[in-house]
């Protein structure tokens, strides 16, 4: 009987704990899945300097998989169940998880950002990694207008992206992935969260600086970081999509009181390699409650279209 009740103790510990629909995978599996795709990375790394492309491969070869990315991609991943016969639509999101996705999966993926920066980079890594090009569309698109037909999308992910939207755009966007998603269609999003609603302005040297407002001081909008009432009012009931999972994540170090997060104070340079050893180390797991976290700083929302 002991024996029974240690091995329920521990698959209750390596499962993530869900607000609804569909049971998470458990630790274990989304470690093989991160080990996998941290390998893929710096696969992506080696295609690229066989290109003599140093720059980019230097990228992934250095950070095959950033702080905030691990702890995202596993949620996202986790959540989703991707397979052969699903339409994906990524807003935005960095781009090798969609690769990894439409090569590993089969899915047919369109992969896509406000700017044309990525294009040309990924569509020779989809070539380089012998991905179908009807399997892997790599284009420009603004999430506040997409140029896909109603109920397109059987799945729709974005990954600390809508946060970075000006003004009221990350409502637009959430309707226009109410749109495109079809009937029974599941949207998956991150974004950054904090108990109380905030928004930050930074000196303009991001890539998208030049489509963001500025504060009058010189500084431009950069992102917001949603309160729990934000993400009611900004996101979930401006898509008309009915929520079936909300957790958030959060760092084991440092308390309320400061918003300064790990990877901004570690030597990033040094450390960038152990990225994910760092965020499995630091963020806790997801809670289906922000008030049971330290510092929570993270917000990850499953949405679901009505049959």
Known sequence: MMALKRASAARERDTVPSTGGAALPDSRTLARFETDLYRY?????????????LKPAL??????????????????????GFGAADRVLDIGSPKLLSLYVAERTGAEIYSTDLLDYFVEEWR?????????PERFHVETADGRALPYPDAFFSKVYSISVIEHIPDDGDSDCLREIGRVLAP?????LTVPF?????????????????????N?????????????????????RPSGLHLTRL???GERVGTRNDRREFCEVAPMLITSPLHPVLSRLV???????????????CAFLELTKPR
């Not at 930050?200 to 963001?212: E, I, L, M, Q, T």
Request: one cysteine or more; glycine letters at 8%.
């Open 59 to 80: 990228r992934h070869l250095i950070q095959p998989i950033s702080y905030w990315r691990s702890v995202e991609y596993r949620l996202v991943w986790g959540a989703a």
């Open 124 to 132: 020779y890594l989809s070539q380089a990694r012998r991905v179908a």
């Open 247 to 249: 957790l958030y994540v």
């Open 41 to 53: 990375a710096l696969e992506i790394g080696v295609a690229l300097l066989r290109g003599r492309r």
């Open 194 to 214: 904090w108990p109380t609603s905030q928004d930050v302005y930074h000196r303009p040297d991001f890539y998208f600086a030049a489509s963001s407002p500025t």
């Open 216 to 236: 009058g001081g010189g500084l431009v909008f950069f992102q917001r970081r949603y309160s729990e009432e934000d993400l009611q009012r900004r996101l979930i």
């Open 283 to 297: 963020h806790t797991r997801p809670a289906a409650s922000w008030h049971t976290l330290r510092k929570p700083l």
């Open 184 to 188: 029974g269609g599941r949207c998956l």
